[in-house]
């Protein structure tokens, strides 16, 4: 007879065995021996109908194409920049795709980006050797000037920006602070003292607690009490 041992949301570990039977399917993160599904690593459990899946709580940032980042210069080339994408490959951000404006051969690269700095881009190539190319071109995509940047678990990041943005949109109502979120595990974030220090606790907030149901509640409620800012709900 098939059984589920685990629940939906459950955290789990590798190996664990997660149903019994054939009448269950193994998605993601799992692994079928004999009639038994096993988890495959660390992860938050995620059962859809038959199909029992993991979603990672752990592991870091793999490029994937059109993937919005945030990247910090690494090394002024004769022929472009190099940005950390905080993970094991760095991206290549050439002169054609660094800006608008026309860039001439010889000019001085560090004029429009110096190490140190970090830039908003897109991912537009990833080789089968894990070169990546990216591009400073479009809509969003920029320096970033000023403010500070944090790191989060990669595997968070969709929780921190919310269905549709909902969750960084209440952020940023309740403390005033603009706020760019990566996809590689970066944000970007930039307001007052005061309101800075607010929304990385609840940046915080969301990654330590994003395993756990009524979430967006939680972080409405630590909002209002550390702004003073009445906020309309957005759980569903």
Request: glycine share 12%.
């Given at each position: 007879m098939s059984k589920i041992l685990v629940k939906d949301k459950d955290i789990v570990v590798p190996g664990e065995i997660l149903a019994e039977g054939m009448d269950n399917l193994p998605g993601t993160g799992t692994y079928r021996?004999?009639?038994?599904?096993?988890?495959?690593q660390l992860g938050l459990v995620s059962i859809n109908g038959r199909a029992?899946?993991?979603?990672?709580?752990?592991?870091?940032?793999?490029?994937?194409?059109?993937d919005t980042i945030i990247g910090k210069v690494i090394d002024v080339t004769m022929f472009g920049w190099r940005l950390d994408t905080n993970c094991a490959y760095?991206?290549?951000?050439?002169?054609?795709?660094a800006s608008s404006d026309f860039i001439p051969k010889g000019a001085d690269l560090n004029k429009y980006?110096?190490?140190g700095e970090y830039v908003v881009c897109k991912i537009t190539q990833v080789t089968s050797?894990?070169?990546?190319?990216i591009s400073a071109k479009g809509p969003g995509l920029h320096k970033l000037r000023g403010g500070r940047v944090i790191k989060v678990n990669t595997n968070k990041v969709p929780r921190i920006i919310?269905?549709?943005g909902s969750m960084v949109s209440m952020i940023k109502q309740a403390t005033g602070c603009k706020i760019i979120v990566g996809q590689n595990g970066l944000v970007w974030l930039e307001?007052?003292?005061k309101s800075e220090l607010i929304t990385v606790r609840a940046i915080k907030k969301i990654e330590d607690e994003s395993h756990l149901s009524?979430?967006?509640d939680r972080v409405k409620v630590f909002l209002e009490k550390e702004t003073g800012t009445k906020l309309e709900s957005n759980s569903r």
């Open positions: 021996e004999g009639e038994n599904i096993h988890a495959g029992i899946k993991l979603i990672s709580l752990s592991g870091v940032y793999q490029p994937k194409v059109d760095s991206a290549m951000l050439s002169m054609k795709e980006f110096s190490l050797q894990k070169l990546v190319d919310g269905k549709q307001g007052e003292p009524g979430l967006t």
